[in-house]
């Protein structure tokens, strides 16, 4: 259950928080790989390269992108415990053509 809390939001809102993006970015789907049972104390690190960003900005044309990103979790001596692929959703906010009309 940590293990899920632990990774959920980290890439959801490193991408939200974009310089200049105006952008939908979603956490669609976590998958686990419990790989063996651990004890104690766990830690995983969460890092994005700013060349790995880059492929991550929203089309401009609206198309969506699932971008993946790995994680894994490690007990106090390094052991793998388990696996984590973070997938997101990542779209432009469509921008509405309509052009409001004054009242009077």
């Not at 959703?89 to 009242?103: C, D, E, M, N």
């Given at each position: 259950?940590?293990?899920?809390?632990?990774?959920?939001?980290?890439?959801?809102l490193?991408?939200?928080h974009l310089?200049?993006?105006?952008s939908?970015?979603?956490?669609?789907?976590?998958?686990?790989e419990?790989l063996?049972?651990?004890?104690?104390t766990?830690?995983?690190e969460f890092g994005v390269?700013a060349?790995?960003?880059?492929?991550?900005r929203?089309p401009a044309?609206?198309s969506k992108?699932?971008?993946e990103f790995?994680v894994e979790i490690?007990d106090r001596?390094?052991?793998?415990?388990?696996?984590?692929?973070?997938?997101?959703y990542?779209?432009?906010?469509k921008?509405?053509?309509?052009?409001?009309?004054?009242?009077?």
């Amino acid at each position: 259950m940590a293990s899920r809390l632990m990774s959920a939001p980290f890439y959801m809102l490193t991408l939200l928080h974009l310089p200049g993006e105006d952008s939908l970015v979603w956490d669609q789907a976590t998958e686990f790989e419990y790989l063996t049972a651990g004890r104690g104390t766990v830690s995983a690190e969460f890092g994005v390269e700013a060349a790995e960003i880059a492929p991550q900005r929203a089309p401009a044309d609206g198309s969506k992108l699932l971008p993946e990103f790995l994680v894994e979790i490690r007990d106090r001596n390094a052991e793998v415990l388990a696996g984590v692929r973070n997938r997101l959703y990542v779209r432009r906010k469509k921008r509405s053509g309509a052009v409001p009309v004054p009242a009077g």
